[in-house]
C-alpha cells in the first residue's frame, strides 16, 4: 500500500516535471525579420514587413497554436549590416526562424551565415538565380522567386504571341539585370527572336537620354529591367524621347510591378512585364489579399508584401506539420521544404528540388481604371519552375546569366 | 620637458586602463556586443589611419573607402579562390593598399583643401568602379561570400568570435602603437608643422611633399591592414565597402572624436558603429539620432569630442592656476 502511493506520488511528480518542461518550450516562436527600414530602399521594407504582419494579425499573432514573437531589424540595404544584424538575431535573441532579406549581395552574404548557424531561414524576395541554383544553401527557403524565372516564358511569349523578330535589351548593370535579361535572351532567341543591341546603364541611373539616343530604332520592341528610382523615371523619358509610338515597352517585373505603378503617370499605359504576382490577380483570395491590405496600410499591394504575406504563412504550414516543435531545427527544415500552398494571393506554391517555388507566371499590361494604374494579367504560364522547359542538370551546365551571356550574336 | 613629462603619465595610464578594459571585456558581453565591438576595433584601425592624412597633415580625403577595400578584396580573392593562407592575404592586403596609395599619392598631393577632396572622392570612386565592374574578379554587385575566418597556423580557432575580438584586439593595438610612434617622431611633428604653416616649413627647409607623400601612403597601407581584418571579420566583401557611403562615415569618426589626437577617431568609430547597429536595434529612427550627434558635435565639440576634453581640462588648469 505504501509502496504504492510512493510510486503514484513520483509518477504524479514525473508527470509534472514533464509537462512543465513542455510548458517551459513551448514558450513563443520567434522571428528574425531582415528588411532596410532606412535609406533609399526603407519603402521596400516596409511593404515587407506589412506583408508579413498582416497574415499575423489576421491569424491571432500564432504559428501552429504558439505565440509569435517577431523581431524586425533594420538591414539598411547593406550586406555587412545584415550580417551584424543576422548575428544579434540568432546570438542574442536566439530566434528560430528568419525571414526578409533584400537585394542579391545581401542575399549572397548571409547564405552562408545561415548555413553556418544552422537556422532555417525564409528568402521572400531575395532573387539572385544561383542561390537555388549553383550555390544552394541547405538553409535557406526561397519562397519568392529567380530573377529569370518569369523572363523564360516571357521571351518565348514575345516572340511567339507578340510576334516580335528583333529587341533591344536596356537593363540596370548588376546581377539582377543581367539574370532578368540573360533568361528573357535565351528563350526569345531559342523561339526565334533576335537580341540585338544590349544597353547597360548603371545602378542609380535617373537619366537615361545619352542610353535611349542609342536605341535601334530599326527593332520591334525594347525590353527594359529597371528598379526603384530608376523604375520611375524611366517610362517618362522614353515617351519624352518619342520611343513609345514607335517600339512598345517591355519589362521585367520591376520596371512596372506595383510598388511603382502609384507614382508613374499615362506613360506606363501599355507597358507589358512579366512577375510572379500581379495585385490586379482576378481570383476571390487576391481580391480579398488587395483589400484588406489597401484598407490597412492605405496602397495597394507589391509583390514584396505578396511574397512576405505569404511566407509567414508558409512558417505556419511547416510549424503545424511537425507540431509547433520549431526546437527541433532539421525537422523544422524539412518540413519547410515541403509546404505546398495551393491558394496564396498569388497561386499555388511548392517548391521545386533545388528549394525554388514552381509557381504561375503573369503577363500583365498596364491599364488605367478607376483612374489608377493595375497590371492587368492577359496570360498566364501555369506552375513555371526557375528552369522552365530545360531539365535542370542540362540548365545548370550554362554559366549563371551575366553581362556577357548568353553573348549578343546579332548585335 | 617637465610639463612633457606630466602630460605623459596620465595618458600612458588611461591607454592602459583602456587597454585592461577591452581584455578584460569579452566573459561580460553578450557575443552581439562583443560583435559590435570587434567591428568597432577594426573600424578603429581605419578612423586612426585616416586621421594621419586629416588630423596631422590637414587633408581631408574621401577616398579612404579605397584601401579598405584593397585590402579586403585582397583577401576575398586569394581565400576563395587560391585558399591562401592568413599571412599571404595579409602582405597581399597590405601590399595592395600601399601601392594604390603610392599612385593615388603622385596624383592627389598636387592639391589642397576641397581640390583634394575632389580628387580623393574620384580616386575611391576608381576603385569601386572596378569593384562594381570587374566582375571576373570580384563577382561584381554580388559580392564574394564564404571567406573563412583566418588561420593564423598558431593552433586554435579564430571562428570563435572570442577568439576573433582578441586577434581584432591585437590588429588594433598594433596599429595604435605604430601610429602613435609616428605621431610622436620628428616625422609627425613635422606633419604638424606643415598642417600649421606650409610655407614656414619649406622655408625651414623640410621637404613638404614628401613628408605629406609618405604619410598619405602609410595612411593607405594602414587603411588596407584593416581591411584585410574587415573581410575576415564579415566573411564576406562587397563594393559597398568601398563606396563614398564609408568613406564619408571614416572621415565622420575621425570629426566625431576629434582629428589629429589618434584615439579619438578610435572612439568616434566606436560611438557610430554602436550608433549604427546598436540603437538601431530599439529605434528605426536611429538616423535622427546620429544626425543630433553630428550637429551636437559641431556646435558644442568643433574640435571633436577628445578636443573639447583637452579644451575642458586646459581651462580648468588655468583655472587652478589663477
Known amino acids: 500500500m505504501g509502496t504504492k502511493l510512493i510510486g503514484s506520488l513520483l509518477a504524479l511528480l514525473l508527470v509534472a516535471a514533464w509537462s512543465g518542461q513542455g510548458e517551459a518550450q513551448k514558450g513563443p516562436i520567434k522571428v528574425g525579420f531582415l528588411a532596410p527600414m532606412t535609406g533609399g530602399a526603407a519603402q521596400i521594407g516596409k511593404d515587407m514587413t506589412n506583408g508579413f504582419q498582416m497574415w499575423l494579425d489576421e491569424n491571432g499573432n500564432q504559428f501552429a497554436g504558439r505565440k509569435v514573437e517577431v523581431i524586425i531589424e533594420d538591414t539598411q540595404g547593406q550586406p555587412q549590416v545584415a550580417l551584424t544584424k543576422l548575428r544579434k538575431l540568432v546570438e542574442s535573441d536566439r530566434v528560430h526562424v528568419l525571414a526578409g532579406g533584400l537585394f542579391a549581395h545581401v542575399g549572397y552574404a548571409l547564405a552562408p551565415k545561415v548555413d553556418e548557424y544552422r537556422i532555417p531561414m525564409l528568402y521572400p524576395v531575395m532573387a539572385a538565380d544561383d542561390l537555388t541554383q549553383r550555390k544552394p544553401a541547405k538553409w535557406v527557403v526561397r519562397t519568392g522567386w529567380t530573377s529569370s524565372q518569369p523572363n523564360h516564358p516571357f521571351g518565348e511569349y514575345a516572340a511567339k504571341v507578340l510576334g516580335y523578330k528583333k529587341v533591344v535589351a536596356i537593363a540596370i548593370d548588376y546581377a539582377f539585370g543581367w539574370e532578368q535579361v540573360g533568361g528573357f535572351q535565351k528563350t526569345f532567341e531559342e523561339a526565334g527572336g533576335q537580341i540585338v543591341q544590349k544597353l547597360w546603364p548603371p545602378l542609380g541611373t535617373t537619366d537615361f537620354a545619352p542610353y535611349l539616343a542609342q536605341i535601334r530604332r530599326d527593332a520591334d520592341a525594347v525590353f527594359a529591367l529597371m528598379v526603384a528610382q530608376s523604375a520611375l523615371r524611366f517610362p517618362k523619358q522614353y515617351q519624352d524621347a518619342g520611343l513609345k509610338a514607335k517600339l512598345p515597352l517591355l519589362g521585367g517585373g520591376t520596371t512596372f510591378d506595383e510598388f511603382v505603378l502609384p507614382s508613374l503617370g499615362d506613360e506606363a499605359i501599355g507597358g507589358i512585364s512579366a512577375l510572379i504576382y500581379s495585385a490586379a490577380l482576378d481570383t476571390p483570395i487576391n481580391k480579398r489579399f488587395v483589400a484588406e491590405y489597401r484598407r490597412k496600410y492605405g496602397k495597394v499591394p507589391s509583390y514584396y508584401s505578396e511574397t512576405c504575406y505569404t511566407s509567414a504563412r508558409w512558417i505556419n504550414e511547416a510549424a503545424r506539420m511537425i507540431g509547433g516543435d520549431v526546437e527541433d531545427r532539421e525537422k523544422f527544415l524539412a518540413a519547410l521544404r515541403k509546404v505546398e500552398i495551393p491558394d496564396a494571393p498569388r497561386g499555388p506554391v511548392r517548391l521545386d528540388a533545388y528549394g525554388n517555388p ?54 | 620637458m617637465r610639463r612633457a613629462a606630466g602630460g605623459a603619465w596620465p595618458r600612458l595610464a588611461a591607454a592602459a586602463a583602456a587597454l585592461v578594459l577591452l581584455l578584460a571585456a569579452p566573459p561580460f558581453l553578450s557575443s552581439f556586443l562583443l560583435a559590435l565591438l570587434t567591428q568597432s576595433l577594426i573600424m578603429a584601425i581605419l578612423a586612426m589611419s585616416l586621421d594621419i592624412v586629416l588630423g596631422y597633415v590637414g587633408l581631408a580625403s574621401l577616398g579612404h573607402a579605397a584601401y579598405l577595400g584593397l585590402g579586403a578584396y585582397a583577401v576575398g580573392i586569394l581565400t576563395t579562390r587560391a585558399g591562401a593562407g592568413f599571412w599571404t592575404t595579409l602582405a597581399v592586403g597590405v601590399g595592395l593598399a600601399t601601392l594604390a596609395a603610392a599612385v593615388f599619392g603622385l596624383v592627389a598631393l598636387r592639391a589642397v583643401g576641397v581640390y583634394f577632396l575632389m580628387i580623393t572622392l574620384a580616386l575611391g570612386m576608381v576603385v569601386w568602379g572596378l569593384a562594381h565592374r570587374w566582375v571576373t574578379l570580384t563577382q561584381g554587385d554580388n559580392g564574394i561570400s564564404g571567406v573563412p575566418r583566418p588561420d593564423l597556423g598558431l593552433g586554435w580557432s579564430f571562428a570563435d568570435p572570442r577568439a576573433f575580438y582578441y586577434l581584432a584586439l591585437a590588429a588594433f593595438v598594433l596599429a595604435f602603437a605604430l601610429l602613435a610612434l609616428v605621431v610622436r617622431s620628428p616625422f609627425g611633428k613635422t606633419l604638424v608643422g606643415i598642417r600649421e604653416s606650409e610655407s614656414r616649413m619649406r622655408t625651414l627647409g623640410y621637404h613638404v611633399w614628401l613628408h605629406k607623400y609618405i604619410a598619405f601612403v602609410l595612411a593607405g597601407a594602414v587603411g588596407g591592414f584593416a581591411g584585410v581584418f574587415w573581410a575576415y571579420y564579415n566573411g564576406f566583401v562587397s563594393p559597398a565597402d568601398v563606396e563614398l557611403a564609408t568613406s564619408v562615415t571614416v572621415l565622420l569618426m575621425v570629426a566625431l572624436g576629434g582629428r589629429g589626437t589618434l584615439w579619438g577617431p578610435a572612439l568616434g568609430a566606436l560611438i557610430i558603429v554602436l550608433l549604427q547597429n546598436l540603437v538601431s536595434v530599439y529605434t528605426h529612427r536611429w538616423l535622427l539620432i546620429l544626425g543630433a550627434v553630428y550637429i551636437g558635435t559641431i556646435v558644442y565639440a568643433p574640435e571633436g569630442i577628445v578636443g573639447a576634453l583637452r579644451q575642458w581640462r586646459k581651462g580648468e588648469r588655468a583655472w587652478a592656476r589663477s
Open chain 1, 358 to 411: 514552381i509557381q504561375n507566371i503573369y503577363i500583365r499590361k498596364v491599364e488605367k481604371k478607376d483612374g489608377e494604374l493595375w497590371n492587368t494579367v492577359i496570360h498566364t504560364y501555369p506552375n513555371v519552375s526557375q528552369f522552365w522547359k530545360y531539365k535542370p542538370e542540362e540548365f545548370l551546365k550554362q554559366p549563371v546569366y551575366s553581362r556577357d551571356f548568353p553573348p549578343c550574336r546579332y548585335c
